[in-house]
């Protein structure tokens, strides 16, 4: 949610950087998939006539896999009825982008960048941390 999203973020041990983030309000879905099953809930999907995979790779979560649906999928009845016949919850996410400084060369470490990267992928309730370069 928004405000668990801005809770982690304001957590975040960054004395030494400027640290803003908005939270974009255009919500993704997802579903958090066993991983002995996601093998088998991707081809039940996929056999849809309309199914449309998500543009992002399923996430690694050790036990099981978070995979992210279209805003597509989640009015499609028959995606619906897969996710209750096999009791899986849809769940929403809130995108959330961090920026480091004033302007792109004030950034951080690339060593400080991984190890935060670390820290907040530990959270249950963070999914994925992606660092990119900016360059003016």
Known sequence: TEPEAKNILDDC???AYKFEYNIINTPGYYIIVNKNKANDI?????????????IFPDIDKGDY??????EQ???DKNFLEILEKNNIKLEK????????GEHPMSGISKERADELKSELEMNKKVFLVQFETIFS
């Open 73 to 75: 999928a989640i009015q």
């Open 93 to 100: 996410f809130v995108w959330c982008r961090a920026q480091f």
């Open 65 to 70: 896999y978070i995979i992210t649906v279209t």
């Open 13 to 15: 041990n960054l004395p």
């Open 42 to 54: 991707r081809d039940e999907l996929r056999k849809r006539p309309d199914w449309t995979d998500s």
